[in-house]
Every structure is written in structure tokens, then in C-alpha cells.
Nanobody, 123 residues
Framework: LRLVESGGGSVQPGGSLTLSCKMS????????IGWFRQAPGPGRDGVSC????????NYADAVKGRFIVSRDNVNNMVYLQMNSLKPEDTGIYYC?????????????????WGRGTQVFVSS
């Protein structure tokens, strides 16, 4: 399985960016896809996730109402639309995949990871 993120960049506070995650090698739709970010320093925080089959989504409290995760199963893409960006949203954003038959996705353990894309929010 391979995951490739794109769409990162620099943006002013209040601006928007849309990240993309291109998935390849998936032979079944029974995956959960998560978005995580790593700010400068230790630790990686869960941001959002989506169940590929159903489109069910979940968000961290810090991004609820500002970020929207979506998927395009025909083209094997997952997107993270980020609005009203804040400086604290700065970090490297990763998409990750976990085989899971569950109806609801979470922001816990994921097995497969992309290499990340940098987002920098600053005036």
C-alpha cells in the first residue's frame, strides 16, 4: 500500500488549504483513512478520519467546524479541506490507512503512512 500527500504550503491565518492523499495498492474498500499532524516537537496528533466505504467521518475537537474530510473512491483519493487556518495548525500533515471493518473511524493506531506534506500558517 502506498499513500502520497500533496497540497501543503504557506498560508496566512484565516486562509484555506486542501490537502490530498493519493492511495494505491488498495484491493478492498475496508479501510479507515486518518489525517494526522506533527507540529515542531514530539508527538503526532490525530486530526480527522474517514471510513472509505461509508464516508463516516470523525474530527478532533481542535478542528471541528473548520476542517472537512472527504473521499473519492473512484479515483482513490482522500481530501482534507482546511478552513479558517490558525498558526497552531502549522505542522507536517500525514495521511494513514488502517484495515478496519468497523463502522466508525478513530484517531488511534494506523498501520500504513505517507511521508507527509508541510503546512505553515503565519502572517
Amino acid at each position: 500500500l502506498r499513500l502520497v500527500e500533496s497540497g501543503g504550503g504557506s498560508v496566512q491565518p484565516g486562509g484555506s488549504l486542501t490537502l490530498s492523499c493519493k492511495m494505491s495498492g488498495f484491493t478492498t474498500p475496508y479501510y479507515h483513512i486518518g489525517w494526522f499532524r506533527q507540529a515542531p516537537g514530539p508527538g503526532r496528533d490525530g486530526v480527522s478520519c474517514i471510513v472509505l466505504e461509508s464516508g463516516q467521518t470523525n474530527y478532533a475537537d481542535a478542528v471541528k467546524g473548520r476542517f472537512i474530510v472527504s473521499r473519492d473512491n473512484v479515483n482513490n483519493m482522500v481530501y482534507l479541506q482546511m478552513n479558517s487556518l490558525k498558526p497552531e495548525d502549522t505542522g507536517i500533515y500525514y495521511c494513514a490507512a488502517q484495515y478496519d471493518l468497523g463502522k466508525y473511524c478513530g484517531l488511534g493506531e494506523y498501520r500504513f503512512w505517507g511521508r507527509g506534506t508541510q503546512v505553515f500558517v503565519s502572517s
